[in-house]
């Protein structure tokens, strides 16, 4: 019931803040902020109170599990689940849900009511992605992410929001219908061939009809949308670079890993057959992307820009991860996902706290910031370090993971996405260059790092560093997961069984 209560409080508490934004301004504000704080409790209460369970990985696959009727008449119910992969990713919901409410705390200042209720509609329909088994409500949650987006960017964007929030929904829209098409076709096959219509998780993977390559790729272009898989990306540094930081910070740090998480939790798993036709083409779309968007990030002048090609680049780690094949590469895919939303979207609440201080993006109008911010400089050095993966951060260990991991069945692959390493070491020190260090090229004074702000980012520091010297905590999480995701695919992965004993060791226990 953990996921029932925490949907209907995020929720609940957009709803809240929208009716007391025309009673109380401050009570606007600190609503949102009170409800995830407690959603923020009960899953920290959840996670230690099964933290034994999963570590054990053995038992039922879901570690909790709700169902309430909907529409029978069709096979669609209100199923909810969670196991280790769906806590992790709820998890780094509401730190992010938390990190967007105190970004939006000093922007936000028309409206406010209707950009909270907005805003935390977003986040419930990414927790309900997270957290939901049966197709047809994911498809309801997978939806209903859009339309308050859309709003977002458009209502409190910068000089090109509307274009950009049209570009946003027309793709993601685009991926969405590839995605239901594939959905219905799901569940005409699996009626068909049992006689038993469903839209239920379980179901559907008890029964293992051959649902076959087509219906495999409409999934995967409604996940690659969301990634972002080159060259379906392009309205991803547009949405960014438009959005208010809050919107920057939730599609980067949770709206792209719904893409991940489809992968994992619906295309290998509901098409064992198949996937392994799609791999070798979705593990060069990855290397591209890291490459690509490597190389085009330290072309920016525009540092949110700059940021949002980062994530295509890293986010082909995730997607070479998924496709490699191995439990390593996949707990990889799974560190890479965590990491990236904590770095990059501390990088884009320090991007928006520069805009609101400077007056402008453009890294060319900066320089010098250090000596007049120092505890901002600080901390941006810090995620620029760990998004460039310097070891003991969390960024490191997972790419290590996914090279590694992709290396012992890919080797190729595997040498030409560590090219990405340098690239992004240019582009990383490329930002400390630019932004604080260099000539001043005006004279600037400003406030630095508040103490909300700091509190922030301290908070995604901690968690940065304890994933990379403890990753053992991500790992243990996710084990039944990503065990029960590689021994569906196993079977048709070819050369999966001659991962050697040592690798096995250093993935199951590193």
């Known amino acids: 019931m953990i996921m ?33 704080a407690v959603d923020a409790v009960l899953v920290v209460v959840f996670w230690a109170s099964r933290s034994h369970a999963l570590a054990a990985a053995t038992g039922a696959p879901w570690i909790s599990e709700a169902t309430f009727p909907w529409i029978p008449r069709f096979g669609a119910s209100l199923h909810f689940a969670m196991d280790g992969l769906g ?35 977003v986040l419930t329909g990414i927790i309900g992605v997270f957290t939901t088994i049966d197709l047809f409500l994911f498809y309801f949650f997978w939806e209903l992410m859009l339309v308050p987006m859309y709003f977002l960017i458009a209502g409190w964007g910068h000089e090109n929001r509307v274009a950009a929030a049209a570009k946003f929904f027309i793709f993601t829209q685009a991926g969405g219908l590839f995605l239901l098409l ?47 898989v080159v060259p379906l990306h392009s309205w991803l540094p547009d949405a960014h670079t438009e959005a208010p930081t809050a919107g920057s910070i939730v599609l980067a740090g949770l709206l792209l890993k719904t893409g991940a998480y489809g992968f994992l939790r619906f295309a290998l798993p509901l098409f064992p057959s198949a996937i392994g036709t799609i791999a070798p083409w979705a593990m060069a779309l990855g290397v591209i992307g890291i490459i690509y968007g490597a190389f085009v990030a330290f072309a ?24 490699a094949g191995g439990r390593m ?16 979207g501390a990088l884009f609440f320090i991007a928006g706290a520069l805009e609101r201080r400077l007056g402008t993006r453009d890294m060319d109008a900066m320089g010098g910031l250090w ?13 620029v370090l760990a998004s460039l993966g310097l070891p003991g951060l969390a960024n490191f260990i997972g790419e290590f993971f996914v090279l590694v991991g992709t290396y012992r069945l890919h080797p190729a692959w595997s040498l030409v996405a ?93």
């Open 87 to 121: 806590l992790l990713l709820v998890a780094l919901t509401v730190l992010l849900g938390i990190v967007s409410v105190l970004a939006s705390w000093p922007e936000i200042r028309s409206r406010t009511g209707l950009y909270y209720f907005l805003l935390m509609t």
């Open 4 to 36: 029932v209560w925490v949907i209907l409080i995020t929720f609940g508490a957009g709803v809240l803040a929208w009716i007391a934004s025309s009673r109380s301004p401050a009570a606007c504000r600190a609503i949102p902020l009170a409800g995830l």
């Open 182 to 228: 594939s959905i219905l076709a799901v569940y005409v096959v699996h009626g068909r061939q049992t006689g038993v219509y469903t839209f239920d998780y379980t179901a559907l993977m008890s029964a293992s009809p051959s649902y076959g390559l087509i219906i495999l790729l409409g999934f995967f272009v409604g996940f690659a949308v969301k990634l972002p």
């Open 329 to 344: 590469a996949l707990q990889g895919a799974v560190i890479v996902l965590l990491a990236h939303g904590m770095s990059t």
């Open 300 to 323: 920016q002048r525009d540092l949110k820009r700059l940021i949002a090609y980062t994530s295509i680049s890293h986010l082909g780690f995730a997607l070479l991860g998924i496709f």
């Open 418 to 510: 560590a090219l990405g390493l340098i690239f992004s070491t240019v582009y990383a020190l490329w930002i400390i260059y630019r932004v604080f260090h260099g000539p001043m090229t005006k004279e600037s004074r400003f406030a630095d790092l508040g103490a909300v702000e700091t509190a922030t980012l301290v908070a995604l520091v901690i968690g940065v560093v304890w994933i990379g010297i403890r990753p053992q905590t991500v790992i243990d999480t996710a084990r039944a997961s990503l065990d029960r995701i590689e021994a569906r695919r196993a079977p048709t992965v070819q050369g999966a069984t001659a991962v050697a004993p040592a690798q096995q060791g250093l993935a199951a226990g590193a």
């Open 371 to 383: 000596s007049v911010a120092p505890r901002m400089g600080g901390m941006t050095m810090f995620f």
